[in-house]
T-cell receptor, first 110, second 113 residues
Framework: GIQVEQSPPDLILQEGANSTLRCNFSDSVNNLQWFHQNPWGQLINLFYIPSGTKQNGRLSATTVATERYSLLYISSSQTTDSGVYFCAASSGAGSYQLTFGKGTKLSVIP | DTAVSQTPKYLVTQMGNDKSIKCEQNLGHDTMYWYKQDSKKFLKIMFSYNNKELIINETVPNRFSPKSPDKAHLNLHINSLELGDSAVYFC????????????FGEGSWLTVV
């Protein structure tokens, strides 16, 4: 099955700083999603982005499908951005299931 | 209204007991899933149902049995609970087919003592 790797595993930011989270995947994808798991454990959809670029407020994401990676940009980070960011992907016959990366744990400090 | 809802949110139970977690979605989706998140935060799919039929059954002990009475519900029953079953169980749903956003419930925290 598809392999999904995320980097960095941990990230500490000062409030107001910008950051880039990376997701590499091993196969062509028909689904790629970014999630934020907040400190209360909720998994919140950020982007559905198997290709191209999307923006939502301070967050944006870009997936370069031909090079098998996706990037999540967080600008002007806030303490409420803290949590774990997951990239998840599916490909081909496994289109009914998402394979998750191990996540990037982000801590934004005041 | 919560799109994907699970009950109970928290469950503490003794080893050997049988327990169920219920999941309902009101998004009109025809595919539902159970994912397990372990203590290291790793998320892995357990089961997937499409139109009440099982389409994915990953390597999960037979003690775990999903049941889908209709397209909007997917329950998870666990027999003879073991300490290693302690985890967060997430229900999710989507439209069928590739390239559809998957929406997750808020999770059910299971602790086996």
């Amino acid at each position: 099955g598809i392999q999904v790797e995320q980097s960095p595993p941990d990230l500490i930011l000062q409030e107001g700083a910008n950051s880039t989270l990376r997701c590499n995947f091993s196969d062509s994808v028909n689904n790629l999603q970014w999630f934020h798991q907040n400190p209360w454990g909720q998994l919140i959809n950020l982007f559905y982005i198997p290709s191209g670029t999307k923006q939502n407020g301070r967050l944006s994401a870009t997936t370069v499908a031909t090079e098998r990676y996706s990037l999540l940009y967080i600008s002007s980070s806030q303490t409420t951005d803290s949590g774990v960011y997951f990239c998840a992907a599916s490909s081909g016959a496994g289109s009914y299931q998402l394979t998750f990366g191990k996540g990037t744990k982000l801590s934004v400090i005041p | 209204d919560t799109a994907v809802s699970q009950t109970p949110k928290y469950l503490v139970t003794q080893m050997g007991n049988d327990k169920s977690i219920k999941c309902e979605q009101n998004l009109g989706h025809d595919t539902m899933y159970w994912y397990k998140q372990d203590s290291k935060k790793f998320l892995k799919i357990m089961f997937s149902y499409n139109n009440k039929e099982l389409i994915i059954n990953e390597t999960v002990p037979n003690r775990f049995s999903p049941k889908s009475p209709d397209k909007a519900h997917l329950n998870l029953h666990i027999n003879s609970l073991e300490l290693g079953d302690s985890a967060v169980y997430f229900c999710a749903s989507s439209h069928a087919g590739a390239g559809n956003t998957i929406y997750f419930g808020e999770g059910s925290w299971l602790t086996v003592v």
